[in-house]
């Protein structure tokens, strides 16, 4: 017998057609655009952190996304222009930002790379870890904690700079901090990586990138690559004995095979490494005030913007793939348990009353629902599901959801609906989407978000309808389901 509904949740029926004969109600169309993530925009299942540990603001550098840390989104929620951000690697974030795939965070300074601990910044909570010209050797712990990182399934993203780059004038420079991250670690010391970065200083040039048409960081979604740029930098020799996925992909002039290269890619365990031999690529040119900087990023005599982007795409995909890469078969099925509500509560975690068959709001198809909100108080209801979403999967969720509304306000969202992705200490990985009374409209409409991201990964899906104290609004959802192919 299911929970007995608050005499709050019998009226939204009625309010509604009374607001809307008073021409109170706007249409769906026009209200949807209000929700805070949009249906093409909403899943953020790339969790990238950039490092700012490490020094990479010393000196005449800013190798960061922003000066809101760790959450960009503080300086600025909705970039739209690289200047909407502070930082040399602002570009990179905001491109990254707009296409509403990715969660970007940074690592404090005063803070260390852990994994497996409990800060949110933790490695763990990542699929990609970025070091921008780092200028401070890593602990022994953060080396351990880089490496079982990657070896477990990450991406690692590592950007040098040339030799006697010393920022911080503390005898340490790019070069041979990251040659010690791969070389003196507790976890294989034993050239993990397949490559070594090249204690140089080439004041210029333009390498370009090999042939080759199916490699997904030169050909990838955000464009072709066809040469970087170096401004004094690096490159690293290749040894494939040591590591037979290590690959080139742009070498300086007069250089190909295992010399030269300055740009590379590998991995190791179930994980991904890119190398890059120069910062000024990723510098877009802006950055805090007092700092002379280099625009790489918008060089038209290079494709250094499709390159990061490419291959920070690459790098996201190899968390919790298992296979370092390779592909694997998946069966396509539906994996939520009681999908749309006819047997009750089995299968879902919900706050008690909220899986209902009472006719004061209609099921869209069979006669059970969802039914959050619409008690006019300040209460808080919850529907949730824990799924095992397949390696190698492309996976989509999807679900009906009907709002109504006692709210009159056309500006002001009272009460929410927001729809999120947790980890197993619940831990929030991504918010697909917030809704709230100003999405009110009549009947059901699909929402859909691509969960893909988290492919290989026991997660939670959550929903929670928050209301205020005084006018009530029913976030009415059924018909839910999670398909993989």
Partial sequence: MLGSRSPHRSTPHRVTATLAALGLLAAGAALQVTATATEAHAATPHRVLFDNAH???????????STSQPDPL??????????????????????????????????????????GGSATT????????????????????????????????????????????????????AVEILNDLMSNNSVDSTDPFGFSIDSLSISSDHPAAIGDSADPVLHGSFGTVTKSLIASGTTATLKPADNSSVKGLLYRTGYSGTTGAF?????????????WGDSSPVDDGTGQSGNTLYDGWNDTSATNAALALNATAWLAGASGSGDGGGSTTCTAAQLLGNSGFESGSAAWSATSGVITSSTAEP???????????????????????????????????????HVDTAETSTSTAYDTLKVQVLDGSGTVLGTLATYSNLNAASGYTRRSFSLSGYAGQTVTLKFTGTEGSKLQTSFVIDDTALDIA
């Fill in 122 to 173: 933790d490695l763990s909570n990542f699929d990609t870890l970025v070091l921008p010209e780092p200028n401070v050797l890593y602990t022994s712990a953060e080396k351990t904690a880089i490496m079982n990182f990657v070896k477990n399934g990450g991406g690692l993203f590592m950007i040098s700079d040339h030799t006697g780059a010393d920022r911080n004038n503390d005898g340490e420079d």
């Fill in 263 to 275: 740009f590379a890619t590998s991995t190791f365990g179930s994980g991904r490494v890119a190398f």
């Fill in 55 to 65: 020094a990479e603001t010393a000196g005449n550098a800013d190798w960061i996304i």
């Fill in 363 to 401: 099921a869209r198809t069979g006669s059970y629902y969802a039914w959050l909100g619409g008690t006019g108080t300040a209460t808080t209801d919850t529907l949730s599901q824990t799924v095992t979403i397949p390696s190698g999967c492309t996976a989509t969720l999807s679900f009906y959801l």
């Fill in 74 to 115: 503080g300086q600025d929620p909705t970039p739209s222009a690289e200047t909407d951000w502070t930082g040399a690697l602002s570009s990179w974030g905001v491109a990254l930002q707009k296409t509403g795939a990715y969660s970007l965070k940074t690592l404090p300074s005063g803070s260390s790379i852990t994994y």
